[in-house]
T-cell receptor, first 114, second 118 residues
C-alpha cells in the first residue's frame, strides 16, 4: 500500500467551479500535510500546509484534514484556467521516517476549461 | 523571500563526463535537500543535509555525490551517469531549528536542473 495516495485524474472542471482534490495517507504518524502545485516543466510550488484537524483557508484555497479518516483535501474555489496543473499532496513523517522527509502522492492533474 | 536558485537550468552530459549541479538559498534555512523527478512522477528524495551534515541518504548510487560547503550552498557532483539518470533535479530548503526537524517545516523548491545523459 502506498503511503500517500491521490487520484491521478485528470480532473476536469469548468471555469468558476470548485475543484476538489483528495489525498489519503496510511501512516497515522504523519503529522503535517502539504499541497504543492506543479506546472508542466516547472518545479513544485507550495500552496499551503495543514496539520490540525479541520479547515484552513488561504484566498481561493481551502485545505481540509481529517486525521480519523486519514484524509486530506484541497478545494479551489472559482477555478481559473491558470489553475490547470498537477497538484501534489505530501506527508511529513510518513512511514515513521524523519520529519526531514516528505512523501509525495502521485499527483492529480487538474484541467480547468473556459 | 522564498527563493532557491539552481544552476544550470539545463545540462547535457555524456556517460563519462563529470559535472556538478549547484543550489543556493539566502533564507537562513539550515536544511537542504536534493530530489530527483522523472516525467509524470512525483519528486523522489535523494539526500538531506541538516546544518551542513548529511542527515539522510536514500540509498542513492555513488555516482551521485552531494556536498554542502556552507549553510547557503548545496552541490550535487555527477560522475559516470547512465541515460536512466536523465531527470529534473530539484533542490529544496527548509528552516529547521537547532538541528531538530519539525513536522511543520516547509520545503521550498528551486526551479530545478533538467539533466540529459547521452
Amino acid at each position: 500500500q502506498k503511503e500517500v495516495e491521490q487520484n491521478s485524474g485528470p480532473l476536469s472542471v469548468p471555469e468558476g467551479a470548485i475543484a476538489s482534490l483528495n489525498c489519503t495517507y496510511s501512516d497515522r504518524g504523519s503529522q503535517s500535510f502539504f499541497w504543492y502545485r506543479q506546472y508542466s516543466g516547472k518545479s513544485p510550488e507550495l500552496i499551503m500546509f495543514i496539520y490540525s484537524n479541520g479547515d484552513k483557508e488561504d484566498g481561493r484555497f481551502t485545505a481540509q484534514l481529517n486525521k480519523a479518516s486519514q484524509y486530506v483535501s484541497l478545494l479551489i474555489r472559482d477555478s481559473q484556467p491558470s489553475d490547470s496543473a498537477t497538484y501534489l499532496c505530501a506527508a511529513n513523517n510518513a512511514g515513521g521516517t524523519s520529519y526531514g522527509k516528505l512523501t509525495f502522492g502521485q499527483g492529480t492533474i487538474l484541467t480547468v476549461h473556459p | 523571500d522564498t527563493e532557491v536558485t539552481q544552476t544550470p537550468k539545463h545540462l547535457v552530459m555524456g556517460m563519462t563526463n563529470k559535472k556538478s549541479l549547484k543550489c543556493e538559498q539566502h533564507m537562513g534555512h539550515r536544511a537542504m535537500y536534493w530530489y530527483k523527478q522523472k516525467a509524470k512522477k512525483p519528486p523522489e528524495l535523494m539526500f538531506v543535509y541538516s546544518y551542513e551534515k548529511l542527515s539522510i541518504n536514500e540509498s542513492v548510487p555513488s555516482r551521485f555525490s552531494p556536498e554542502c560547503p556552507n549553510s547557503s550552498l548545496l552541490n550535487l557532483h555527477l560522475h559516470a551517469l547512465q541515460p536512466e539518470d536523465s531527470a529534473l533535479y530539484l533542490c529544496a530548503s527548509s528552516q529547521e531549528r537547532q538541528g531538530v526537524f519539525a513536522s511543520t517545516d516547509t520545503q521550498y523548491f528551486g526551479p530545478g536542473t533538467r539533466l540529459t545523459v547521452l
